[in-house]
Each structure stands twice: as C-alpha cells, then as structure tokens.
C-alpha cells in the first residue's frame, strides 16, 4: 500500500504556470505505475499524464504541449509541470497509483491508490 499526498496546487492567472508534487510514502519504481488525473466541477475526472519506471511518458493529447509529467525516484515524487494555464485547466489534481501490470502508459487501466487532491484554479 502508498500514501500519496499532493502539493502545489493554488491560483494563477491565465497564461501562468504551476508545479505540483505528489509525494509518496513509499518507493513506486518498479512496484507501482504513477499517473496524475483531474476533475473539474461537474466533470467526470479525466487522465492528464502517465509515467513508467524508464520515465516514458504519455500525456493527454490536448495537453501535451504544455503539461509534463516527470519523477524521481530518489525522492519518490512525482511532479507534473504546467505551462501556459487555461480557465479550462481549473480543477482538483491527482495523484494516483496502481500495482504495476501491464503497460503503465494505458489511459484505460484503473488505479487503486488516490491522493486528496490539489485545488487548481486559473482565473482570467
């Protein structure tokens, strides 16, 4: 079992940037695929980047160009870096984890660990 706990999230204008960090109670490499997910009011949470233990990575398509997931290991944190905010982008990140089968780089997959969430808000 992991812990996850975010940290970063806040308010920013349009066009700003955030770093979230999601820190975890334990090691995930080579145990757990790590991924960051979103919800937004009134929206079903929907994924927004995933990361194997090489450190590949896949990022929602409409978000590549500005959000990027990353890790190390060493500190056992995972991060995601976003650039360019849009009103659009307003919602409560994720942290999440599942056990490693399979690909970690499939949006389809459930995961089992969840952090709290970080409260993401970009204002005009």
């Known amino acids: 079992q992991v812990q996850l706990v975010e940290s970063g999230g806040g308010s920013v204008q349009a066009g700003g940037s955030l770093r979230l960090s999601c820190a975890a109670s334990?090691?995930?490499?080579?145990?757990?695929?790590m991924g960051w997910f979103r919800q937004a009011p009134g929206r079903e949470r929907e994924a927004v980047a995933l990361?194997?233990?090489?450190?590949?990575?896949r990022t929602a398509d409409y978000l590549q160009d500005r959000f990027t997931i990353s890790q190390n290991n060493a500190k056992n944190t995972l991060y995601l870096q976003m650039n360019s905010l849009k009103t659009e982008d307003t919602a409560i990140y994720y942290c999440?984890?599942?056990?490693?089968?399979?690909?970690?780089?499939?949006?389809?997959?459930?995961?089992?660990?969840w952090g709290q969430g970080t409260q993401v808000t970009v204002s005009t």
């Open positions: 334990r090691a995930t490499s080579n145990t757990y695929c």
């Open positions: 999440a984890a599942r056990w490693w089968v399979g690909s970690c780089l499939d949006f389809s997959q459930q995961y089992n660990y």
């Open positions: 990361i194997d233990h090489q450190g590949r990575t």
